[in-house]
């Protein structure tokens, strides 16, 4: 079999080998005919010495046009065309293009598009060829760090793994490492933070629309004699009724002391949901920022090593004395990128007894992990190493015991 045609065979049966095996044992050269490849293996026939192209319609010569086996002719230009378009529209479908002829399926191999390309566009769509792969694998994905290029192989059960380059991701969503959330659960939460409804239900509970020009006024005083500040209607702040209506003569806050169960509750639980919301985002926020900038203090230790290095003298053992200082920033930022997570966990959480121990273990990391910060900022003079490498790798026990807990089932038994 061609070199090309197994390789055509192979992107059609999403790359398992296994498969194509028993297919071609099986079938043989019917295989071949199945996947529209039977053509690879005819070679063109040479008409005239001139011929009308079917694209263009110009009368070219024959050394001029090109055919596969299906024996449509079209000139060089516009098989150089196509194949430019189909690399720089169809992205990772480029290796599965057709010979242009309407409803043909002649499959065109990887040599014609070496043939007509210039070698950026042969680059590209070997890149594209690469990427189809990569797609059709579920043991390899694309590093998602930017401009790294590299490939991870994982296989079995593995959902968190790191590149060389240092990225963290996870393997099943190709997203940031979000331990100790699934990433049903990430999606969920990133859905809920990108919509605008928690806002709108905050205005909800804490304004009103004036009943005359509707503009939004928010309750700050305990009087329920409210003045619209652009129309100046002046209306009950709990029935919404005209002011001047409340007196005697009307009996009073005629509706204003009726209890409405139902109305009350759902305002109760939506203000309630709002402040629960609001309690675990703005944790979760906060960790995000404190990881961007420990994320920025990489480049300062790496400066500071430099210094601590020149200090000790320049030699190759001292530098590996100084490396403490990059292992306490990086396990600083993974301490926030997992406690970010936390958050969103503690927020689905719904076993109160797991919650209880889950939040424990999280206050004992943020604690290690704010401690560890302090201590890897300390002015050098005044920075012990010591204690910092002691303080990085109890810092890191933390960590696992909370991953490795959450993971097995804080209440679960132990066998």
Known sequence: MPKEACMHLLRSLRWDEEKLTTEFVEKGKLLMKEHNLDLLLT??????????????????????????????????GCWKDYLVDRVDTTGTRAPQSHCPMFKCKARIPDSAFSRFLDKPRVQKYDHASLNAYVSEKSTLRWCPAPRCGKIISASGLVTSVRCICGQSFCFRCNEEDHQPVTCEQVQKWQAKCDKESETAQWIISNTKKCPKCL?????????????????????????????????????????????NPHKAKVKDESKAELDRFLHYYQRYHNHDQAR?????????????????????????????????????????????????????????CTDAKERELFEFLQEDLEKATEKLS??????????????????????????????????????????
């Open 43 to 76: 070679e063109s026939k040479t008409p005239a010495a001139s011929l009308v192209c079917k694209i263009c319609f110009d009368n070219t010569p024959i050394n001029q046009c090109f055919a596969l086996g299906c024996n449509h002719w079209f000139c060089r």
């Open 215 to 259: 503009v939004r006024i928010e309750k700050n005083q305990g009087c329920n004699h409210m003045t619209c500040h652009c129309c100046k209607y002046e209306f009950c702040w709990v029935c919404m009724g005209p002011w001047k209506d409340h007196g005697n003569h009307t009996g009073g806050f005629y509706k204003c002391n009726k209890y």
């Open 292 to 348: 961007k900038f420990a994320k920025e203090q990489i480049e300062t230790s790496e400066k500071r090593m430099a210094e601590l290095h020149t200090q000790a003298g320049n030699s190759d053992s001292q530098w590996q004395n100084v490396q403490f200082l990059r292992k306490s920033t990086m396990q600083v930022l993974e301490c926030r990128r997992v406690l970010k997570y936390t958050y969103v966990y503690g927020y689905y």
């Open 374 to 415: 302090e201590l890897s900022e300390q002015p050098l003079g005044k920075m012990k190493r010591q204690e910092v490498v002691d303080f990085t790798m109890f810092t890191e026990k933390f960590l696992r015991n909370l991953l490795s807990g959450l993971e097995d089932g804080l209440t679960k038994e132990r066998t």
